[in-house]
């Protein structure tokens, strides 16, 4: 190990993190509350993204209800926060890192529901071939959601309140940094390129000893997994999870970041988490600040709504100009981890 | 010499077709063996129902001294048994190099928690896994093209990266769906001669399907020749050329006197 060098990867998230963090300082206070919720909104799509990018990108399958995952993780991992605060309040002494530990538990026992859940729904629809999937998966987003709204304990439709903050900036950083290394070293290992195999050609890849139906649920059970974690994320950014916050829309909004960064890059994944989440906030700023048109009796109003007709527009735009999305499939050198020459 | 696949009484329907007609025949372990018929006479059918893609409706078929008859494709290729296909099947989006990675991946042992967190026994696995994939890429001289996009190959190599694909899984007997096809002659010279050195050097048995009569005859040990799903010769190449139900089969009936 004489010529170990720091991985390219990590120095530019670390340096992304000294830079948000010095901006959002007091004394700085360039970046404000406000715009540190969004950078973390930010990150939560990087992880929802490119997990997403694992099931529809690398493994070729199509998943709709990826937000359906991410509101297990959110109500799961929020219910066992909330309970577990209160419980009578550790000795001083604990109480920082005692919290955190509890934190991060309840984030992963939340992903692996979410993965369980996605091993119920993936492991009976992948064993076909076909479009099976996108149905089962638009289902389940919609269950999800009902069956949310229905359940008074976790507060039916007016969602799971008092969820103590605990995400912040450094965990949530910590991480999409995390679920990106996981997530890179996983496509490229040779689990990964099965999985590749099966999206470039599943005949084929079953011809060449893969148990396609292992690697297909496999790829659906880790997607879900990471957009559990991403929901427990959320919750504990907003302190709330809602039913309306997991439904058809906020799924398509997720996919629509796949498809735009270019299917089967992660690359294109993060980037498109990042650009979409800023132009989302950016039009509803942009549509509020529109004035209410009045013809006679009649007022007429731009409302917020029109932010998902705009993206409508956007993926029309991708798909008639650049099919492949802004990055197709190719990767940042960041995210390639080198093989050495022979 | 034993027999490494022997297939009894086997017949394929599709609806009130019949495909495959009550085949029975012994492909000897080490030889070159050659089935070939016209078009639509139930060869590639034959190769799937071997690789498991469909399962016969009727017989049985022995890879080994095992009873592999509807078993899963991925089984049977994990037992022995690799195949190439008529049209390409590469996957066309991944390098030379992961193409033929993807095929040894069944004798992976790294599990998945120590593939996501790249242990060394991980690494080291890869490394092999690598140098095993740049030998048969040096073997089929496509060494210049291993990081490239197979799909930006010619098509002459993509054949023989699916030959290597193949070989790669590490099998006893290697199906080889018309190899020829689409190659001009000097092409096809050369994999006459690939076609022996793989039988040699790595030790399997290759049967393969072969509209180009040339190819057949140079190459093969043994041929069978079908037509409509029934067998209509099986010999040495120099007599099933010569057989007169051969002739009608492929040149029609007036063919046969002239």
Known sequence: MGNFKLPRLLIVAVIFFIVVTVLSLDQVYILNGYFMVIINRCMI?????????????????????????????????????????????????????????????????????????????????????????????????????????????????????????????????????????????????????????????????????????????????????????????????????????????????????????????????????????????????????????????????????????????????????????????????????????? | ???????????????????VSDFTFDVPEGVIYGLIGPNGSGKTTTFNLITGIYAPTEGKIFFDGKDITGHKPFRIVQGGIARTFQNLRIFGNLSVVDNIRVARHYTVKSGFFTSILRLPSFRKEEEEIREDAMQLIKMMHLEDRALDNAKNLPYGALRRLEIARALATKPKLVLLDEPAAGMNPKETEELMGLIRRVRDEFKVTVFLIEHHMKLVMNVCERVKVIDFGETIAEGAPQDVGKDPKVLEAYLGRGGAEC
């Open chain 1, 45 to 342: 799509f990087v992880i929802l993204a490119s997990s997403l990018n694992l099931i529809n990108g690398i493994t070729g399958q199509f998943s709709l209800g990826h937000m359906g995952f991410a509101a297990v993780g959110a109500y799961v991992s929020g219910t066992i926060t909330t309970l577990l605060l209160k419980l009578p309040p550790p000795p001083p002494g604990f109480a920082i890192s005692g919290s955190m530990f509890i934190f991060v538990v309840a984030i992963l026992v939340g992903g692996i529901s979410a993965a369980f859940v996605g091993f119920l729904i993936g492991f009976p629809s992948l064993r076909l071939k076909g479009d099976y999937l996108a149905i089962v998966t638009l289902g389940f987003g919609e269950i999800i959601r009902t069956i949310l709204n229905n359940i008074d304990y976790v507060g039916g439709p007016r969602g799971l309140l008092g969820i103590p903050k605990f995400s912040n900036f450094t965990s949530i950083w910590a991480f999409t940094l995390l679920t990106i290394v996981l997530l890179r070293n996983l496509v490229q290992s040779s689990h990964g390129r099965a999985m590749l195999s099966i999206r470039e050609n599943e005949l084929a890849s079953e011809l060449c000893g893969i148990d396609t139906t292992r690697y297909k649920v496999m790829g659906f059970v880790v997607g879900a997994f990471f957009a559990g974690v991403a929901g427990g994320l959320l919750a504990h950014l907003l302190q709330i999870a809602h039913p309306t916050q997991y439904g058809f829309l906020p799924s398509c909004l997720v996919l629509i970041m796949v498809y735009a960064g270019g299917m089967g890059s992660m690359t294109g994944s993060i980037l498109a988490a990042f650009c979409l989440t800023f132009l989302t906030e950016g039009l509803r700023v942009g549509i509020d600040a529109l004035p209410v048109f009045t013809f006679g009796a009649t007022t007429f109003r731009i409302g917020t709504e029109w932010v998902m007709v705009i993206y409508s527009v956007l993926l029309v735009l991708i798909m008639l100009f650049r099919t492949e999305g802004i990055m197709g499939m190719r990767e940042a050198k960041l995210l390639i981890i080198e093989e050495k020459k022979k």
């Open chain 2, 1 to 19: 010499m034993s027999a490494l696949l022997s297939i009894q009484k086997m017949s394929h329907y599709f609806g009130g077709l019949k495909a």
